[in-house]
C-alpha cells in the first residue's frame, strides 16, 4: 500500500523561508514523479511544482525563482523548498505522487496518492 506523508509548514513572516517534505512508500512500479499543489480558501487547487517522470521540474511561474522541488537520495523522500515567500503563498499545500492534474483532498484519487495537506500562512 502507497503511503503519503507529509511534515514542514507553519507560520512565518513575509521574506522567510519554509520547508516541506514528503515521504512516499509503497511505490513498486518505478515511478517517481510527484507534484506540490496548494489551495487558498476561495481558490482553487493549483499545481506548485513537479517532478516530472523524465527527471525535469516544473514551477508554476509565480514561485519560480523562488521554490525549489528536490529528491532525497533514497529518492523516496521529496522536498519543496520555499524562500522569499509572499503574503500569496497562504495555503494548504499537499504534495502526491505520481503527478497529475490538481485536486487538493488527501486520499486516493485517479490513480495518485495524496498526502494529508500542511498549512502554510505567511503574514506581513
Known amino acids: 500500500e502507497v503511503q503519503v506523508l507529509q511534515s514542514g509548514g507553519g507560520s512565518v513572516q513575509a521574506g522567510e523561508s519554509l520547508r516541506l517534505s514528503c515521504t512516499v512508500s509503497g511505490r513498486t512500479s518505478g515511478e517517481s514523479s510527484m507534484g506540490w499543489y496548494r489551495q487558498a480558501p476561495g481558490h482553487q487547487c493549483e499545481v506548485v511544482a513537479m517532478l516530472k517522470p523524465d527527471g525535469t521540474k516544473y514551477y508554476t511561474d509565480s514561485v519560480k525563482g523562488r521554490f525549489t522541488i528536490s529528491q532525497d537520495d533514497a529518492q523516496s523522500t521529496y522536498s519543496l523548498q520555499m524562500d522569499s515567500l509572499k503574503l500569496d503563498d497562504s495555503a494548504a499545500y499537499y504534495c502526491?505522487?505520481?503527478?497529475?492534474?490538481?485536486?487538493?483532498?488527501?486520499?486516493?484519487?485517479?490513480?495518485?496518492?495524496w498526502g494529508q495537506g500542511t498549512q502554510v500562512t505567511v503574514s506581513s
Open positions: 502526491a505522487a505520481p503527478a497529475g492534474p490538481p485536486r487538493c483532498v488527501s486520499g486516493y484519487w485517479s490513480g495518485a496518492w
